[in-house]
């Protein structure tokens, strides 16, 4: 069984950075694709960033290319988001997802991952 908690939420002004920590508890870290996605208020959940299985590649929504950043540490079983120069269009629920049996063309679907975190808040405003 899989559990996954996010950590790092928080408050944050237009430019600034916050980093999100999503902890897996589990066997077999390095076999999952691990993911984030977001849900801003009053819209679908969407995809942001993508780490396949033992980091063998990433992949990034179009809006947060080049502003963020994902991370797995293998030795901690953790997968990092690195958020840098924010947009209050950045404010969200964000959360964790994996999966170990995802192809490549299913990687953007939240309907394709089996397991989820709680969630965390960012929110970017002045």
């Known amino acids: 069984q899989v559990q996954l908690v996010e950590s790092g939420g928080g408050l944050v002004q237009p430019g600034g950075s916050l980093t999100l920590s999503c902890a897996f508890s589990?066997?077999?870290?390095?076999?999952?694709?691990m993911a984030w996605f977001r849900q801003g208020p009053g819209k679908e959940r969407e995809f942001v960033a993508a780490s396949r299985r033992y980091g063998s590649s990433t992949h990034y929504e179009d809006s947060v290319k080049g502003r963020f950043i994902i991370s797995r540490d293998s030795a901690k079983n953790i997968v990092v988001l690195q958020m840098n120069s924010l947009k209050p269009d950045d404010t969200a629920v964000y959360y964790c997802a994996a999966d170990s049996h995802l192809i490549l063309s299913s990687l953007r679907r939240s309907a394709e991952y089996d397991y989820w975190g709680q969630g965390t808040q960012v929110t970017v405003s002045s």
């Open positions: 589990g066997r077999a870290f390095g076999t999952y694709t």
